[in-house]
């Protein structure tokens, strides 16, 4: 199933690629404009999508594996119980990425390890300071590493 | 030859350099060893430490990952019959019997041993071949090297993942996602959509960083990954672990056998030179090889030293033969000699035929930074190893967001861009998604890494000559063009031949 999602989502974004391929400015290069290349690799990634997506079909419907074996919400209910940490986790990284600029790297560094060890293990006190610690030397690390030895400027955020 | 030697010892016996290079080792044996932190992604993560360094410098620091992390995942293997990493699934087959049968420490030193002495033989072939391979390169036109390009792709493509198909997917994916940006001929701005993060391009970095790192991750915190990491844990706690290391008797057994040592070196140094092919396949085959030509092949999987031997002499010698088509041609053979090469790029570098003949210092110390990475391998395994067990005790929680800020504020030093770190999210998820459908994400980084290349050689081409025959009436770039469509037509028949096998 999945495969003939990622598949129709590839022969979009060829498609997308491939016509927005035509109005590059010609230079006197006479031959190859910009956007010759980027045309060709689309039209064969639109041709293997293609392929991918027969041949995905052509499988699914030989081992007819249509409908859901237990029910529709006992199938979700599974997904839900082995990606939920995996959803929670890309949840909290988009929150600390957006974070960077609002509060700093230091700030949201701490929280978002913290955060995240709190999520990932148990929550039992000696796991939560443990991981406490952890994020405070290893923001502070990473901080002074790179702002004294490679002269990188991280965004400071409103605190500082 | 011996020029570039004597260059390379100039370079590299340097206090600094060789402190990197010993961090390096630990770092790359840290990484092999603890499973689900992969090799790949230590490399990935030591570049932008590499930034403010010298090209050698760098370069070396990551050899030195590179040459401790595939010796790394014998630990494991051998203590616990758990491969740290996939380069190392053949040593718990012969390693983790013998350790059972009470000999730790044996089945360790051998391991250590086969490791050293067969990067010493691929190094050895690398210092030959490589530069006879960029000599015959320099005679490249555009149209080879388009054709070349095309045969490393398609060869990664079916060498890697679950199905042909898949791969070419995954090469053509990165060739496109190389596109945005600026073209690299007329500089016109493409694909951005308007969308200002996308209009200095997408920086092959983040793209690896996001595939092989965030998508890592992820698929660490899956329910059933934890699951088996508690498992794991807890049977180590189990044993308890003692053993005693023999470096001189294992040392003299392994060179008993010189043939098994070399065979297994030359066919991991053969299949590391093969884009895509690495490691993780080195290692089963010279493992299968040497129980195919063994005299005793019945007492493979009971705790031979052969097989030992053989398995680890293959996985770790991959690093020799990788660094052929790397240094010789500018093409890496896997993710990891790509992160290399974008080190050297990253300082002005450009890799290629003619880094040999413009940076034969830099060459030379790869070389070297090679050999010493590999006795500080040998010495820290030998010193350390009772140290790096425990490395494996470390528990998720604190793996995984420490690692995810690594790659974080890794890719916001690349450019100092925030917008960088957007890039890299969605890259992530997009991994994700990939590995999780079984589509090979070595094919996406390299198309990623040689994209700029192939679109630049193919106008070139066209410029030079409006004639697309020529690339086929070129001897060379028609045998590469031949050897693409073999490696898909072989790759065909062959999975033909196994489903057959299963009916």
Redesign the interface.
């Known amino acids: 199933m ?2 003939i999602v ?1 598949g129709f989502l ?1 022969i979009l ?2 498609a997308l ?1 491939y016509f ?2 035509g109005d ?2 010609q ?1 006197n ?4 404009d ?2 010759s ?2 045309k060709l ?2 039209a ?2 639109f041709l ?2 293609l ?2 997506i027969m ?1 995905q079909i052509v499988t699914l419907v030989k081992t007819k594996e249509f409908g859901f074996k237990n029910g529709f919400m006992n199938f979700l209910q599974k997904q839900w ?6 959803i929670f ?2 949840v909290v ?2 929150l ?2 957006l974070s ?2 609002i509060l700093g790297f230091i700030v949201s ?1 701490i929280i ?2 913290i955060a ?6 148990p929550i039992k006190k000696k ?1 939560v300071i ?2 406490s610690i ?2 405070f030397i ?2 502070f690390g ?1 901080y002074f590493f ?1 702002e004294n ?7 400071n955020g409103i605190f500082f | 030859m011996t020029d570039l030697f004597v260059l390379g010892v100039s370079e590299i016996f340097q206090i600094d350099i060789l402190i990197v290079i010993l961090l390096g080792v630990i770092a790359g044996i840290l990484a092999g060893l603890i499973p689900g932190f992969t090799v790949t992604m230590a490399i990935v993560l030591t570049l932008p430490l590499t930034f403010g360094m010298e090209p050698i410098m760098g370069v070396a620091a990551m050899i030195g990952v590179l040459v401790g992390g595939m010796s790394g995942g014998l630990i494991t293997a051998a203590l616990l019959g758990i491969p740290g990493t996939p380069s190392a699934v053949a040593t718990t087959f012969d390693a983790y019997p013998m350790s059972r049968k009470g000999q730790p420490g044996k089945a360790l030193s051998l391991g250590i041993w086969a490791s050293f002495l067969s990067s010493i033989v691929s190094l050895v072939i690398l210092i030959a071949i490589a530069p006879q391979i960029a000599n015959l390169a320099l005679e490249f036109g555009p149209w080879e090297m388009f054709s070349l390009i095309i045969a490393a792709l398609t060869i990664i493509a079916s060498v890697t993942g679950e199905s042909i198909l898949k791969g070419l997917i995954a090469g053509l994916f990165g060739l496109l996602i190389a596109t945005v940006g600026a073209d690299p001929i007329a500089g016109i701005t493409r694909f951005t959509f308007d969308i200002g993060v996308l209009r200095a391009g997408i920086p092959f970095l983040v793209v690896l960083i996001g595939m092989f790192a965030i998508s890592r991750l992820m698929n660490s915190v899956e329910r059933t990954e934890l699951n088996k990491d508690v498992q794991q844990k807890q049977e180590d706690k189990i044993k308890g672990m003692q053993f005693v290391l023999k470096p001189k008797e294992t040392f003299l057994s392994v060179i008993r056998k010189p043939v098994n040592l070399i065979r297994s070196s030359a066919i991991g140094a053969i299949i590391g030179a093969i884009p895509g092919a690495g490691g993780s396949i080195a290692n089963i085959i010279a493992y299968d090889q040497a129980k195919k030509w063994s005299k005793e092949s019945e007492k493979f999987g009971k705790g031979h030293d052969e097989g030992v031997v053989a398995s680890e002499a293959g996985n770790n010698s991959t690093v020799g033969g990788d660094l052929i088509p790397t240094i010789a041609l500018g093409i890496p053979g896997s993710a990891v000699t790509a992160v290399l090469l974008s080190a050297l790029m990253v300082h002005g570098i450009n890799p290629g035929p003619l880094l040999i003949t413009n940076e034969p210092n830099l060459v030379g110390g790869m070389f070297l930074a090679f050999l010493v990475a590999s006795f500080f391998m040998l010495i820290t395994q030998f010193l350390g190893i009772r140290l790096f067990v425990r490395v494996t005790e470390v528990p998720t929680q604190y793996l995984v967001p420490l690692i995810m800020v690594l790659c974080v504020t890794g890719t916001f030093v690349l450019n100092n861009r925030i917008t960088d770190i957007y890039l890299l999210f969605v890259i992530g998820i997009v991994g994700y998604l990939f590995t999780k459908y079984k589509f090979a994400l070595a094919p996406i980084i390299i198309g990623v890494i040689l994209g700029p290349i192939a679109e630049v050689n193919l106008r070139r081409a066209y410029m030079a000559d409006p004639d697309w025959t020529l690339f086929l009436s070129r001897p060379i770039s028609l045998v590469f063009l031949i050897l693409a469509v073999l490696s898909i037509g072989f790759t065909i028949w062959q999975s033909r031949r196994m489903k057959k096998r299963e009916v």
């Open positions: 999945g495969e990622i590839l974004l060829s690629i927005n391929s590059f400015p230079l290069e006479t031959h190859l910009p956007g290349y980027p690799i689309a064969l990634l293997l999508s392929m991918l041949k119980n082995e990606y939920r940490l995996v986790m890309l990284l988009g600390y990425i960077l600029d560094t978002f390890i995240a060890g709190i999520l990932i293990g796991n443990t991981i952890i994020s290893m923001t990473v790179f030895v490679l002269y990188v400027r991280f965004p």
